[in-house]
């Protein structure tokens, strides 16, 4: 039995908005793409880091009222933006070790569904940035 | 100055110091801050010489 675990409940703000009442799902993915160094006398698979490539990922409830959903996003189709997550809504505010704030600075939306319903449900929408540059603080 | 309307954003009514990065003109547009420098007075002066 893990002796640690964590009940999620991030907190999150999306071009400085925060959308954590709003929010069902968050990801965010640190990655440093592979560069296959291996060469020839080496029969075994070798890899150095090439360029960064981070993604944040979220699913949002719709909402098109006054400072929900839609007035968030409708604007930053095709341009960067700040994207802000802490595993606690207190670490957003002061980061702490055990509560960091990762930042996604210059991270890119590509798209935004505009409607995404169906008979008998609440309305969600799957949001994915691309690239920029992350930082975590921990202070 | 830029100050903060929607609690979503921060206190409102508080100076709003965006994020680095933040597209501000988004938060403008959608009514979460307001931009309070750039209100004009409603009374104008005019430079034309009076009859």
């Given at each position: 039995m893990a002796t640690s675990t964590y009940l999620s409940n991030p907190a999150l703000t999306i071009n400085a908005v925060n959308l954590s009442d709003q929010c069902t799902s968050a990801t965010i993915t640190s990655v440093s793409q592979a560069q296959n160094s291996s060469a020839f006398g080496s029969t075994d698979s070798f890899f150095v880091t090439g360029m960064t490539m981070h993604t944040f990922e979220c699913e949002l409830f719709m909402s098109y009222a006054a400072s929900e959903t839609y007035a968030t996003l409708?604007?930053?189709?095709?341009t960067q933006t700040t994207i802000t997550i802490s595993p606690t809504a207190a670490g957003l505010a002061t980061p702490t070790a055990t509560a960091p704030k990762f930042t996604l600075t210059n991270t890119y939306l590509?798209?935004?569904?505009l409607i995404n319903a169906t008979l008998g449900e609440l309305s969600s929408i799957t949001l994915s940035f691309q690239g920029g540059t992350l930082t975590t603080a921990t202070s | 100055m830029i100050k903060i309307i929607s609690p979503r954003v921060g206190v409102p009514g508080e100076e709003f110091t965006p994020p680095?990065?933040?597209?501000l003109q988004a938060l403008l547009d959608y009514g979460f801050?307001?931009?309070?420098?750039t209100k004009k007075s409603a009374k104008t002066t005019s430079d034309e010489p009076k009859d």
């Amino acid at each position: 039995m893990a002796t640690s675990t964590y009940l999620s409940n991030p907190a999150l703000t999306i071009n400085a908005v925060n959308l954590s009442d709003q929010c069902t799902s968050a990801t965010i993915t640190s990655v440093s793409q592979a560069q296959n160094s291996s060469a020839f006398g080496s029969t075994d698979s070798f890899f150095v880091t090439g360029m960064t490539m981070h993604t944040f990922e979220c699913e949002l409830f719709m909402s098109y009222a006054a400072s929900e959903t839609y007035a968030t996003l409708a604007a930053l189709v095709g341009t960067q933006t700040t994207i802000t997550i802490s595993p606690t809504a207190a670490g957003l505010a002061t980061p702490t070790a055990t509560a960091p704030k990762f930042t996604l600075t210059n991270t890119y939306l590509e798209s935004l569904p505009l409607i995404n319903a169906t008979l008998g449900e609440l309305s969600s929408i799957t949001l994915s940035f691309q690239g920029g540059t992350l930082t975590t603080a921990t202070s | 100055m830029i100050k903060i309307i929607s609690p979503r954003v921060g206190v409102p009514g508080e100076e709003f110091t965006p994020p680095e990065y933040t597209n501000l003109q988004a938060l403008l547009d959608y009514g979460f801050v307001e931009d309070t420098g750039t209100k004009k007075s409603a009374k104008t002066t005019s430079d034309e010489p009076k009859d």
